[in-house]
């Protein structure tokens, strides 16, 4: 009754218990995908989804990053206080992905319903995008949308792999919920639409950097080739 009461009225306190118990557990080397570790990363990842606010105030998730991008006028430690929670929270998505995906077979509802929430998450826009700080684009370790990232990509690469991620909830949602007219279920339709979204932010992405890569000189040119052709 305690642990309810503390997630009703102050969430910032709840979020700091299950940090602090997944801590432990993690610490002692308890499997993620056992109890009662898993159902703590679920808890944990929704208090950060449920608390998180864009500092640009945008509300719903949308298409349009590189406006949101260019944006000022915000505080700069509010931006990269918003990006940390966003960053959190996408972790913590990943973490309990990757958890459920060794305790359930494919199509199995709460598992599509993870990975869409993962698949929002990366499709949020960034307040304060790495890709924008660091010299260049950097290339994330990961292996595949089902299984996300170890480290976090920013700017059109995070988009891609939202997108990759999007598409695999989607498939599953499909099985769990019924493919065909069903679309799978409410959840499904609403992933189908983002990936709609997302594909032409992905197009506007790619538009920019070739405009940009077709303004520069010769040599500079051939050395940014491949940051197209990677996105």
């Not at 109890?35 to 105030?57: C, E, G, K, Q, V």
């Not at 459920?100 to 990975?115: D, E, K, S, W």
């Not at 639409?193 to 032409?200: A, G, P, Q």
């Amino acid at each position: 009754m305690d642990e309810i009461h503390i997630v009703s009225i102050d969430p910032p306190k709840a979020i700091q218990l299950t940090t602090r118990l997944i801590s432990m557990l993690m610490s002692i080397r308890v499997l993620p995908s056992s109890h009662p570790l898993l159902a703590l990363s679920r808890l944990h990842t929704t208090l950060l989804i449920t608390n998180y606010r864009s500092p640009f105030d945008s509300g719903t998730v949308e298409a349009d990053s590189p406006r949101i991008q260019m944006s000022s006028g915000i505080e700069t430690p509010l931006v990269e206080e918003a990006q940390e929670r966003l960053d959190d929270a996408i972790r913590s998505a990943m973490r309990t992905c990757d958890a459920l995906n060794q305790v359930v077979t494919y199509g199995h509802p709460i598992r599509g319903l993870a990975i869409a929430e993962l698949g929002k998450l990366l499709s949020v826009d960034e307040p304060s995008p790495g890709h924008l700080v660091e010299n260049g684009l950097s290339s994330p370790t990961r292996s595949s949308a089902c299984l996300p990232a170890t480290s976090l990509p920013s700017g059109p690469r995070r988009l891609r792999l939202a997108y990759e991620t999007l598409v695999c909830a989607r498939g599953e949602l499909m099985v769990g919920f019924g493919g065909g007219k069903n679309e799978g279920g409410k959840v499904g339709n609403e992933v189908r639409k983002l990936l709609i979204d997302v594909e032409r932010e992905l197009a506007v992405w790619k538009d920019g950097i070739r405009n940009a890569i077709a303004s520069l000189p010769q040599g500079r040119r051939r050395r940014s080739h491949g940051v197209v052709s990677s996105t």
